[in-house]
Nanobody, 120 residues
Framework: QVQLVESGGGLVQIGGSLRLSCAASGFTFSRYVMSWYHQAPGKERELVAVISSNGGSTNYADSAKGRFTISRDNGENTVYLQMNSLKPDDTGVYYC?????????????WGQGTQVTVSS
């Protein structure tokens, strides 16, 4: 059974930091590209950061560059999102995504999300 379980969200003040974790199970984690998405209240889900299967390559949304860092531990089947200098616009639900494509099929899994609230 595939599971992605996010944790680490919460209430934080403007300028504060949070570290989100996403623990994966039920699939071969090291073969999957992992991403974090953000869904602000009333808005569509948007890509925040993505990391390659071996961790050698990362990409960020412009809003995350310089503030957020995505990383992974393939031995622990976990992906992280370190969020610094948080702003009110960062408020919302953060989702973990796992994706892999082969010659026959695309595999696409989502976690249940973790709430982040940035407040003054």
């Amino acid at each position: 059974q595939v599971q992605l379980v996010e944790s680490g969200g919460g209430l934080v003040q403007i300028g504060g930091s949070l570290r989100l974790s996403c623990a994966a199970s039920g699939f071969t984690f090291s073969r999957y590209v992992m991403s974090w998405y953000h869904q602000a209240p009333g808005k569509e889900r948007e890509l925040v950061a993505v990391i390659s299967s071996n961790g050698g390559s990362t990409n960020y949304a412009d809003s995350a560059k310089g503030r957020f860092t995505i990383s992974r531990d393939n031995g622990e089947n976990t992906v992280y999102l370190q969020m610094n200098s948080l702003k009110p616009d960062d408020t919302g639900v953060y989702y973990c995504n796992a994706k892999m494509r082969n010659s026959y099929k695309e595999y696409d899994y989502w976690g249940q999300g973790t709430q982040v609230t940035v407040s003054s």
